[in-house]
């Protein structure tokens, strides 16, 4: 009991180490105070990982989501406006867990969510490359700030590196590259830089503090802050709409590869679902962001050994602590480590293998892909997926209006050959062939699959229609491997 409970304790402090800069880099690039970051990692991490039946899945902000909520505070009007829309988003969410429609993402196709992943990457990269390089200073001072550069750029090595070191040293398996540029970005400018080097010391315009009041009495009166008139907007509802589908598409996403990691019984995606329409209405009222299940830190799980869901529960009693008792630490960190953070994020998204992959695919994949990756990142999340489904849906019509029948003739004998099912939408193939068939010959209707075919009572009809004829018209019919069809038409032929 002693030792689960300490496996536990182990897995909770590596996946808050995980999930900190996370939080942190999420509110950075909604351009939210770093509070609404701590808080949704706090609620996802406790509430979620108390109903969620997922042993291994942990919750919690995600950068991709945070662009999604930010990207609608001009349209709503204000901060408060989108903390509504974010909880009418977990109300739609609970709707959704309780009505059992956890298998939506079933519904969807993989091209679409992989292209609304993309076009997430493309907005991370964008927004959060300028900080990398501190854009702004070199604009309006007509200088490169050499420190915020050199953070960065160690950044985004360091973290880029990351991953080939794992392979020389099991350090860099448990400690989060994320993690350990911020600590060696704080140590920089607020040791070396500050008392060796001062040309190259970065101050508060560019450091974590800009964007975090250090006083956490200053935090308790944005809790249930709503901005009521936002109600009387359409595109409050239509943030909410989109938030609460991302969100339960991703989710559904990591849950998925949560179970594939633990290799026992599937979790329940109703109940994982309801668990986070809960947290999300929660942080809608604490003035936090909105709450995914998250794969990166449920792997940071799995390696760590837990063995139950309080590794996931401890970790936000952990970014609590964290919240509360040091933020004068947190408003030290460098805003170009944790943009570094996000652009390797980003890039990760849009990885050329992805792109290989999908264009491996064919154009009926590879087409969605495209446009709803362009569109997330450069117009709206809800037009991108929105052209994504209705490219997808266009090849699935056209693949069904595909000649499903090969006619061919020789001696007087017409052999009708069936490749697949047959829906209304062939219809009108069909009744050309059965029409111009000659009078005295014979039709052979063939199944050229080994299974029984699956045939719409329109073209039931039609055959029906046919067969009435054939007698007067002195055309003989045989069946060959249509048992499915011959059940029903040949007592039409006796």
Request: aromatic share 8%.
């Amino acid at each position: 009991m002693l030792s689960r409970l300490g496996n536990d304790i182990r897995a909770s402090l590596v996946v808050f180490l995980v999930s900190l800069p996370i939080c942190l880099g999420s509110a950075l690039v909604a351009g939210l105070p770093v509070s609404t970051g701590l808080i949704a990692g706090v609620v996802g991490g406790i509430v979620v990982g108390a109903i969620s039946g997922s042993r291994l899945a942990v919750s919690g902000p995600v950068p991709g989501v945070a662009v999604i909520a930010a990207g609608f505070i001009d349209s709503i009007g204000s901060v408060a406006g989108l903390m509504l829309a974010i909880t009418l988003a977990g109300i739609l969410q609970i709707i959704l867990g309780l009505s059992k429609g956890g298998s939506i993402g079933d519904y969807f196709p993989s091209a679409v969510i992989k292209g609304v992943l993309a076009g997430i990457g493309l907005q991370l990269i964008s927004k959060q490359l300028p900080q990398v390089i501190a854009l702004s200073h070199w604009q309006t001072q007509g200088q490169p700030h050499l420190g915020v550069i050199a953070i960065g750029s160690f950044s985004m090595i360091c973290i880029f590196l990351w991953d080939r070191l794992k392979a020389y040293h099991k350090f860099f398996k448990f400690l989060p590259a994320g993690l350990f540029v911020v600590v060696v970005a704080v140590v920089s400018n607020s040791l070396l830089f500050a008392r060796l080097l001062p040309s190259l010391y970065i101050d508060t315009t560019y450091l974590i503090g800009h964007v975090f009041s250090a006083d956490t009495s200053q935090l308790w009166g944005t809790f249930f802050q709503f901005d009521w008139s936002a109600l009387q907007k359409s595109i409050t509802f239509k943030a909410a709409l989109v938030i609460a589908a991302v969100a339960s598409l991703l989710s559904l996403i990591s849950l998925d590869a949560a179970d594939s990691m633990d290799k026992g019984t599937p979790s329940s995606k109703n109940r994982e679902i309801l668990g986070q329409g809960i947290a999300n209405f929660l942080v809608g009222l604490l003035g936090g962001l909105p709450i995914i299940s998250s794969a990166l830190r449920s792997a940071a799980n799995k390696i760590a050994g837990n063995e139950s869901r309080l590794s996931a529960i401890l970790h936000g009693i952990w970014l609590s602590l964290c919240f509360l008792l040091i933020p004068q630490v947190i408003a030290l960190i460098p805003l170009a480590s944790l943009a570094a953070l996000l652009v390797f994020i980003g890039i990760r998204m849009n990885s050329p293998r992805i792109y290989r992959q999908m264009f491996k695919l064919g154009k009926s994949q590879f087409l969605p892909f495209v446009v709803t990756t362009i569109t997330c990142a450069f117009v709206d999340f809800l037009s991108g997926i929105g052209l994504g489904l209705a490219i997808s849906i266009f090849f699935i019509m056209k693949t069904n209006t595909e000649s499903p029948v090969i006619f061919t003739s020789e001696n007087g004998r017409h052999v009708i050959r069936i490749m697949k099912d047959i829906s209304f939408l062939n219809r009108p193939l069909l009744r050309g062939i059965l029409d111009n068939i000659p009078d005295r010959s014979e039709v052979v209707l063939d199944n050229a699959r080994p299974v029984p075919l699956a045939i719409d009572r329109d073209i039931i009809n039609l055959f029906e229609d046919f067969f009435a004829r054939c007698k007067a018209k002195q055309i003989k019919i045989s069946f060959r491997g249509t048992s499915s069809l011959a059940g029903d038409l040949e007592s039409y032929w006796s």
